[in-house]
T-cell receptor
Framework: LAKTTQPISMDSYEGQEVNITCSHNNIATNDYITWYQQFPSQGPRFIIQGYKTKVTNEVASLFIPADRKSSTLSLPRVSLSDTAVYYCLVVTSFSGGYNKLIFGAGTRLAVHP | DSGVTQTPKHLITATGQRVTLRCSPRSGDLSVYWYQQSLDQGLQFLIQYYNGEERAKGNILERFSAQQFPDLHSELNLSSLELGDSALYFC??????????FGSGTQLSVL
């Protein structure tokens, strides 16, 4: 299983762009990078997933360099409601579900007025 | 709404007791995962089932067990409860591993 490392906490202000970087040095060829968001007392929510280069959806962008040993979640123009814990996971995509989906400690993002 | 249903939402019980948490996955999802999250702690992976079979196990205590039934709903059984078992228990489901849909959790309080 690829181990991930991300900052424990980050602070930002409303309207700013926030970039959270995750390192996953031993990512394997079949692995994807997935990010989740969790608010207090709620289950995590899928944000975005990517394999290489750049992926963008209505919520965020995910940048993955060519060596895939790290990835950066980019949240444009954050608001107070983006205050949450963000988890980076490396998962292997295949049917049957043999992979233990291990969540790390996550990054606690605090957005200030 | 993720489509994953967990019941009950809250459970208060005493030490030494046994409880059962229930999870109904999204329609069509064959995989069910259970996680434990204690206060200010991360998500601890407990166990995963796929189409009725156990497929992966995390740091699940021997006092805990789970199963997935033919209709794909799953139950997590916690026995000989201790104060330290108080936590939020989440169930998640997926078609494949790459995207999990989480339920709203069961808050267990052991007094």
């Amino acid at each position: 299983l690829a181990k991930t490392t991300q900052p424990i906490s980050m602070d930002s202000y409303e309207g700013q762009e926030v970039n959270i970087t995750c390192s996953h040095n031993n990512i394997a060829t079949n692995d994807y990078i997935t990010w989740y968001q969790q608010f207090p007392s709620q289950g995590p929510r899928f944000i975005i997933q990517g394999y290489k280069t750049k992926v963008t959806n209505e919520v965020a962008s995910l940048f993955i360099p060519a060596d895939r040993k790290s990835s950066t979640l980019s949240l444009p123009r954050v608001s107070l409601s983006d205050t949450a814990v963000y988890y980076c996971l490396v998962v292997t995509s295949f049917s049957g579900g043999y992979n233990k989906l291990i969540f790390g400690a996550g990054t606690r993002l605090a957005v200030h007025p | 709404d993720s489509g994953v249903t967990q019941t009950p939402k809250h459970l208060i019980t005493a030490t030494g007791q046994r409880v059962t948490l229930r999870c109904s996955p999204r329609s069509g999802d064959l995989s069910v995962y259970w996680y434990q999250q204690s206060l200010d702690q991360g998500l601890q992976f407990l166990i995963q089932y796929y189409n009725g079979e156990e497929r992966a196990k995390g740091n699940i205590l021997e006092r805990f067990s789970a199963q997935q039934f033919p209709d794909l709903h799953s139950e997590l059984n916690l026995s000989s409860l201790e104060l330290g078992d108080s936590a939020l228990y989440f169930c998640a489901s997926s078609v494949h591993n790459e995207k999990l849909f989480f339920g709203s959790g069961t808050q267990l309080s052991v007094l």
